[in-house]
């Protein structure tokens, strides 16, 4: 390599800066313009080569390269950065093409949620008595034998077991419940001595065929309230309130008698046909009537296995079911649909 001069450093200059802006148009992409950077611009870059010869310059012909040198740089940034804003700028229209949004297409809607029927009405039963001073027990859907039957007042091999045959599990005497009554005992061991005015609402199973009036699974809200000359008017007046409320003022209302092991005397409740107002029509089978839930004055058995002294106290229950009620009320003709999860059905009824 011979002696290098002056207009020799400028003439490196001027053609890496053609050669440069020549190439960065060639630049399509962020990437290929870091590339670019790196070899011209970079710290191994080819400007960085033409002044590592700047050294072997007589001093005084250093300041015109230097200076050149310096233009060609900013020049070449600038002209990075301009070619670097125009490519995000077409990066961002072909994703924003890509993606297709037609942003004057009206909005998809949400579909919200709502609560189920049973829900619903467990929530309309809760809001009924507890204006009426009920407070809400929870009790186990897993039961005994005792809890279930034996406290109720059904010893073994008691002939009224037949309409509450249930699953039974492998540890003895353990079992799905068949109704909310054992929570009647729970209630009054909790409170006995002291009165006790509870609703016990939750699932219970039965053992038995499902049709479009039995499901296995179902819910029963029951209500029980144990103190000092608590009469049979008490579960008259607490149940006529109830149905007024539940199913609109001035509802007819029949008291039959039946039988509960674990009431005394039983009575089976009805209310005028909510569809036909008594006259009689299909949802009442003629009748005019509708079952709307089971009753009685709590059993002295019953009281003395709640820890009561039924010489001193008295008191009654009642147990309904929510489904039946939400049946009643929307028109449903089939208790299955309830459980079988068919978003049509959730969405059209409640
Ligand atoms: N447990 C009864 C049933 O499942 C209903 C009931 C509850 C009756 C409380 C009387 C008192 O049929």
Redesign the pocket.
């Known amino acids: 390599m011979g002696n290098i001069v002056q207009q020799d450093l400028l003439q490196q200059l001027e053609q890496l800066r053609q050669e440069a802006e020549a190439a960065l148009t060639q630049a399509n992409s962020t990437e290929a313009t870091r590339t670019w950077h790196s070899e011209y611009l970079g710290r191994k870059g080819r400007l960085t080569g033409i002044l590592r010869n700047l050294g072997s310059l007589p001093g005084e012909e250093r300041p015109l390269v230097g200076k050149v040198a310096n233009e060609v740089k900013t020049e070449l940034e600038n002209a990075l950065q301009e070619r670097q804003t125009a490519i995000a700028q077409a990066e961002l229209e072909a994703a924003r093409s890509a993606e297709n949004i037609d942003v004057t297409l009206p909005g998809r809607p949400q579909t919200l949620g709502k609560l189920h029927p049973t829900t619903v009405t467990l929530r309309e039963i809760y809001a009924i008595f507890t204006a009426m001073g009920f407070q809400i027990f929870n009790s186990p859907e897993v039961e005994t034998d005792e809890y279930n039957f034996q406290l109720l007042n059904m010893p073994p091999g008691h002939p009224a077991r037949d309409m509450?045959d249930t699953f039974y599990t492998d540890s003895p005497d353990l079992l799905l419940r068949?109704?909310?009554?054992p929570g009647q005992i729970h209630a009054m061991l909790a409170y006995a001595p002291e009165p006790v005015r509870v609703i016990l609402p939750g699932k219970v199973y039965r053992y038995e065929q499902v049709t479009a009036r039995s499901e296995s699974m179902f819910y029963?809200v029951?209500g029980i309230a144990v103190g000092r000359n608590i009469t049979f008017s008490d579960l008259k007046g607490v149940l006529t309130n109830f149905a007024n409320q539940m199913y609109g003022e001035g509802r007819q209302m029949r008291f039959r008698k039946s039988y509960?092991p674990?009431?005394e005397p039983?009575v089976e409740v009805d209310i005028d046909c909510v569809l036909c107002g008594g006259k009689g029509c299909p949802i009442c089978k003629y009748t005019g009537w509708l079952e709307i839930?089971?009753?009685?004055m709590v059993h002295p058995v019953v009281l003395l296995h709640g820890g009561y002294d039924p010489v001193e106290f008295s008191g009654f229950?009642?147990?309904m079911g929510p489904e039946r009620i939400a049946l009643l009320k929307y028109g449903i003709d089939d208790i299955r649909y309830f459980y079988s999860n068919d978003v049509r059905f959730l969405e059209r009824v409640g």
Do not use: D, P, V, Y
Request: net charge negative; glycine share 16%.
């Open positions: 509450w068949t109704h909310t009554s029963q029951e509960f674990f009431t039983s839930l089971g009753a009685g229950a009642f147990g």
